[in-house]
T-cell receptor
Framework: EDQVTQSPEALRLQEGESSSLNCSYT??????LFWYRQDPGKGPEFLFT???AGEEKEKERLKATLTKKESFLHITAPKPEDSATYLC????????????FGKGTLLTVNP | DTEVTQTPKHLVMGMTNKKSLKCEQH?????MYWYKQKAKKPPELMFV???????INESVPSRFSPECPNSSLLNLHLHALQPEDSALYLC???????????????FGPGTRLTVL
């Protein structure tokens, strides 16, 4: 059974204090790992798709990396507007459609 | 443009009511999805339509009835719901469900449903 585990469950940072969120996965034949940002009461907003170990993608203050066992979402010099829940999801070789989601990391950035 | 729209934003209904949720995308995507999300939980897949045909039903109770009238529209018809069905209902779409292609799912803003 595919499993995705995110840590920590919650993270509080001061503005400008860089950190990383972790997503470890046990998936049969990984076909893609996805990062989403979700604000309260809203739908997940797509951030990155990673396909193979060693791949890195960046967008503004965010950088996502992928190894054979885990992915990191690095946040550099975060701002209060980066506060949100960050969801990691994986697609395995067993399905064209299904995503296995982690439980998310709630990030709070204090000014 | 990666926009998926959903209406209404909020819906309150009684257990005997019949209502519908609507989802629309104009990105030419051929797969569309319904998810249910409870507070502080990740989204749970309910249904998948691929090329306007139902491909996946995750053992969802029959009080939820999906419909895909065309490649841009997805509806979810609701009837005789229970209070525990109160949740955020999310629609998503992706470009191509073909084997060998890993496509990204784009989510709409959701409909907040409250069943009284």
């Amino acid at each position: 059974e595919d499993q995705v585990t995110q840590s920590p469950e919650a993270l509080r940072l001061q503005e400008g204090e860089s950190s990383s969120l972790n997503c470890s996965y046990t998936v049969s034949g990984l076909r893609g790992l996805f990062w989403y940002r979700q604000d309260p009461g809203k739908g997940p907003e797509f951030l990155f798709t990673l396909y193979s170990a060693g791949e890195e993608k960046e967008k503004e203050r965010l950088k996502a990396t992928l190894t054979k066992k885990e992915s990191f979402l690095h946040i550099t010099a975060p701002k209060p507007e980066d506060s949100a829940t960050y969801l990691c999801a994986c697609k395995s070789g067993g399905s064209n459609y299904k995503l296995t989601f982690g439980k998310g990391t709630l990030l709070t950035v204090n000014p | 443009d990666t926009e998926v729209t959903q209406t209404p934003k909020h819906l309150v209904m009684g257990m005997t009511n019949k209502k519908s949720l609507k989802c629309e995308q104009h990105m030419g995507h051929r797969a569309m999805y319904w998810y249910k999300q409870k507070a502080k939980k990740p989204p749970e897949l309910m249904f998948v339509y691929s090329y306007e045909k139902l491909s996946i039903n995750e053992s969802v109770p029959s009080r939820f009835s999906p419909e895909c009238p065309n490649s841009s529209l997805l509806n979810l018809h609701l009837h005789a719901l229970q209070p525990e069905d109160s949740a955020l209902y999310l629609c998503a779409s992706s470009q191509s469900p073909s084997a060998g292609i890993t496509d990204t799912q784009y989510f709409g803003p959701g409909t907040r449903l409250t069943v009284l």
